[in-house]
């Protein structure tokens, strides 16, 4: 069993990062912060020219169920979703919030985990 889900689209990473932001919004997620690597690394003088971008992504409703029951689970807030380029291909993907609550080996966090991930995967799967 994979720890991320990964989708390939023929979009630009641009593009990809657009209409996911719009299917986010769709499941009340925000992005909170739009990260783009390529510009911070070459802006650190590295010769990093791939196209990424690192959203984080939060629903508060969702982030203060996974806070009530375990305020540890903030280590793997917010949501990541990654929109790279990968020799000439754009994937869209995350880790599986499954498995990170899975983790902490509380069966309540592990329900509302999979009730996110099933949405995120839908947001990624609309956007690509």
Known sequence: MSFHYTVETSKTVDQAVTDLSESLQEEKFGVLWDFDLTSKLQEKGMDFNTPYRVLEVCNPKEAERVLSEDKLVGYFLPCKIVVFDDEGQTKIGMPK???????????????????IEKRLVSCIDNSK
């Open 97 to 115: 919030p499954t498995t990170l609550l899975g983790l902490t080996g509380d069966d309540q966090l592990n329900d509302i985990g999979t009730d």
